[in-house]
């Protein structure tokens, strides 16, 4: 038995680091989320709220007229382009969720500190910016061509956001491979 998870420890320690710190980082949104619930400032919370004025602004610097209003019984920021509903922003489109799973699987390929953390950091901003254009091209789009709404929201946007993840991890696997090779050679 022991031979075994000496056998397979990189793959035991991975799924132990990837499951621990999603558990931990969920566990820490979620509380925040629970927080937000009685703070009336930021509506929903703070972090939906700004991806909807970022958002909101890119489409106004593309030339669109915007308006945020927050939902009346919902959780979420509604979005209208010359005063017609296009969408609504919930806490699932800010992008937290994504950020948190792309953080996990990095830290469970953890190189050095220094490295790791910028590489979190890069790599969540630039997730971040993603998801900020992905929700401003999305808006237009349905705006634009309305009958391709299911299409664009249910497969084609999460793509973006989700093949944008899937880069970054693919980038991260190589980068700390070479590293560790860099670091055996030493």
Not at 107 to 118: D, G, M, N, P, V
Request: with cysteine.
């Amino acid at each position: 038995m022991f031979q075994l998870f000496k056998k397979y420890s990189v793959v035991i320690r991975f799924v132990a680091v990837f499951l621990g710190s999603y558990f931990l980082l969920s566990v820490l949104y979620n509380a925040y989320l629970i927080f937000s619930e009685t703070r009336t400032k930021f509506y929903p919370d703070f972090f939906t709220n700004i991806v909807s004025r970022q958002s909101a602004a890119i489409m106004e610097f593309l030339g669109y007229s915007i308006k945020l209003q927050a939902h009346q019984t919902q959780n979420a920021v509604q979005v209208f382009i010359e005063d017609t509903l296009l969408v609504r922003v919930v806490e699932g489109c800010n992008s937290i969720s994504v950020i948190i799973l792309f953080t996990s699987f990095i830290l469970s390929f953890f190189a050095k500190k220094r490295t790791t953390f910028f590489y979190i950091l890069a790599g969540s901003v630039f997730i971040y910016a993603m998801n900020l254009i992905r929700i401003a091209l999305l808006t237009i789009a349905i705006y634009k061509y309305p009958e391709y709404t299911s299409l664009m929201h249910d497969i084609v946007f999460p793509l973006i956001i989700y093949g944008t993840v899937i880069i970054l991890w693919v980038f991260w696997v190589r980068v700390y491979a070479n590293l560790e090779k860099n670091e055996s050679q030493v």
